[in-house]
């Protein structure tokens, strides 16, 4: 019987159309995935900046409702309007399909399979939306200038300006206690402290006080029971001491001390502020750690260390599981090629055995390990906080006794690591 003509360089199925498995996959294209390089942080002039808002159309004030300010009508809710957020923690997420199964700026454009729609921007506020609570013509100390005159005049000298208020005597004048008040010090400040703190005058003070987007503030956290948040609390008491002082004439002595404890109680409600906005993005907790630095990574283990006083200062000991786990390819392909096995098959014995110690593979990893070009790893002790922090080592083998979870470090990279402690956890990266 002829031999049937073959097409040269692929596989000829007579019947393929009747077995759906070997009909082309369909071609997925996901959007492309960026990822921050670098941060970049500069100082921020207050007044510049909702100026340049202000001549796009994007100046908002949310002092009060329903009054018009350079043509812009503030918005009805306040520091809770959606205009730039969602209110509530039980809201649609801002990138999602229909059905919510999809949700997540990584899934724009992709159609959803369960209720056929795209992933699209379901929620009208705009985060790069800034708002402000205007407190014109006063002012009060923006983050860095707190901070810097703190540093000049310490912070119990700072705590007392803003806790105390000025006495009236009988005559009805202000009595001078030698203490400065807020509005002194910006009256007085680049005679008397910007020498000191040097941070110019438009960086320390601002007149509009910044809020912050409600879709990182929600207006209720739900659980167990319905809260405020924090900060909510302290914007509102800022709004309230704002229109405090708006009916209170400068020029007024009798008014001055009322103005001067309403700016201490917005200075002390903007620091509380600062300081949830601290909470949140730092510590081990924060945004920045949680999202940046933090959680599992692909070919990581997190252990405790222990001490190897017969290590080189490049090696490094580890578990029999942990080497079966972060080196689980390269284990499977050695195996496949020793045994001519399925590399599907070697992959599954790995894993089979990767808990409980195995001799063949214990052989197999001295293989490797011995080899010309060894295994190699990147040792990361958190926080990072310098280029000692993270080492390039050896692993020189792995630990006879199974139950041993630990890292066996030598003695002369601890103290780079900052690891004096034998209950200090490092991340091995391979």
Same mark, same amino acid.
């Given at each position: ?273 600062? $300081? ?38 490049? $090696? ?115």
């Amino acid at each position: 019987m002829p031999a049937k003509t073959r097409t040269p360089g692929r596989l000829n199925i007579i019947n393929r159309d009747s077995y759906p498995l070997f009909q082309k996959s369909p071609v997925l294209e996901y959007p492309v995935k960026h990822r921050i390089k670098s941060v970049h942080v500069d100082p921020i002039d207050h007044d510049a900046e909702y100026k340049k808002l202000k001549d796009m159309g994007r100046k908002v004030d949310i002092r009060t409702a329903d009054i018009f300010v350079n043509g812009n009508q503030k918005p009805d809710d306040g520091i809770f309007s959606p205009y730039f957020g969602s209110d509530t923690t039980q809201d649609r997420p801002i990138y999602s399909c229909e059905c919510q199964r999809l949700s997540g700026a990584a899934h724009i454009g992709e159609v959803c399979k369960h209720c056929g729609k795209k992933v699209v921007p379901v929620i009208d506020g705009d985060l790069r939306n800034r708002m402000y609570i205007d407190i014109a013509p006063y002012h009060i100390l923006t983050y860095h200038g707190w901070n810097a005159m703190c540093k000049a005049l310490k912070p119990k000298v700072m705590q007392d300006i803003i806790t105390s208020v000025k006495r009236i005597c009988v005559s009805g004048e202000i009595v001078d206690d030698g203490k400065p008040t807020i509005m002194s010090l910006y009256e007085d400040y680049e005679e008397k402290y910007e020498p000191l703190t040097k941070l110019p005058k438009k960086y320390a003070f601002m007149s509009k006080i910044p809020v912050y987007s409600a879709r990182l503030r929600p207006l209720m956290v739900f659980g167990v029971s319905m809260t405020m948040l924090e900060s909510n609390k302290r914007y509102l008491s800022i709004e309230k001491n704002r229109e405090a002082m708006a009916t209170a004439p400068i020029f007024m002595t009798s008014r001055k001390t009322e103005i001067q404890r309403s700016l201490n109680q917005i200075q002390q409600d903007w620091n509380a502020i600062m $300081e949830q906005v601290e909470n949140q993005v730092d510590h081990k907790a924060g945004v920045y750690r949680k999202s940046l630095a933090s959680g599992r990574i692909d070919y990581t283990s997190r252990m405790v260390i222990s001490l190897g006083i017969d290590l080189m200062p490049h $090696e490094v000991d580890i578990p029999y599981q942990t080497m079966m786990v972060l080196y689980e390819e390269k284990i499977a392909n050695y195996l496949s090629k020793s045994e001519n096995i399925p590399i599907s098959k070697a992959i599954a014995l790995v894993q089979e055995n990767a808990m409980e110690r195995n001799e063949k593979f214990v052989n197999i990893i001295n293989q490797m390990l011995k080899s010309k070009e060894g295994v190699w790893a990147l040792i990361n002790r958190n926080p990072t906080i310098s280029e000692s922090s993270i080492l390039l080592v050896r692993v020189r083998k792995v630990h006879k006794d199974g139950t041993d979870w630990t890292m066996h470090l030598p003695p002369d990279i601890l103290s780079l690591l900052a690891a004096d402690d034998h209950q200090t956890k490092v991340r091995l990266a391979g």
